[in-house]
C-alpha cells in the first residue's frame, strides 16, 4: 500500500505563485510516473503535469509556461510550482503515483485533495 500526502496549497491573489509537495511513503519497490491532476466544481478531473521517474515531463495545454512539476526520487516527493495564477487554476489539486510492488505488480494512487483558490 502507498500512501500519498499532499501540502501547500491554500489561497493567493491572481498573479501569485504556489508551490505543491506531495511525499509517498509505504510499501514499494520504486515509484514510477508521478503527477498532478486538478478537479474544479462541476468539472471532470483533468491532467495538469506528469514526470516520469527519468525526469521527462507532460503538461496540459493551459499550464504550459506557468507550472513546473519536479521530482526527487531519493525522497519519493513530486513538486509543481505554480507560477502566474489565474482565477481558473481554482481546484482541488491531488497528487498521483505509479507504483511497482514487490511482486513486480504496478498500482496507481491518489492523495487525499488539497485546495487551490485563486482569489481576484
Known amino acids: 500500500q502507498v500512501q500519498l500526502v499532499e501540502s501547500g496549497g491554500g489561497l493567493v491573489q491572481a498573479g501569485g505563485s504556489l508551490r505543491l509537495s506531495c511525499a509517498a511513503s509505504?510499501?514499494?519497490?520504486?515509484?514510477?510516473?508521478m503527477g498532478w491532476y486538478r478537479q474544479a466544481p462541476g468539472r471532470q478531473r483533468e491532467l495538469v503535469a506528469s514526470?516520469?521517474?527519468?525526469?521527462?515531463?507532460n503538461y496540459a495545454d493551459s499550464v504550459k509556461g506557468r507550472f513546473t512539476i519536479s521530482r526527487d526520487n531519493a525522497q519519493n516527493t513530486v513538486y509543481l510550482q505554480m507560477n502566474s495564477l489565474k482565477l481558473e487554476d481554482t481546484a482541488v489539486f491531488y497528487c498521483?503515483?505509479?507504483?511497482?510492488?514487490?511482486?513486480?505488480?504496478?498500482?496507481?494512487?491518489w492523495g487525499q485533495g488539497i485546495q487551490v483558490t485563486v482569489s481576484s
Open positions: 509505504g510499501s514499494f519497490v520504486r515509484i514510477n510516473i
Open positions: 514526470i516520469t521517474r527519468g525526469g521527462s515531463t
Open positions: 498521483s503515483a505509479s507504483a511497482l510492488n514487490r511482486w513486480s505488480a504496478e498500482s496507481n494512487y
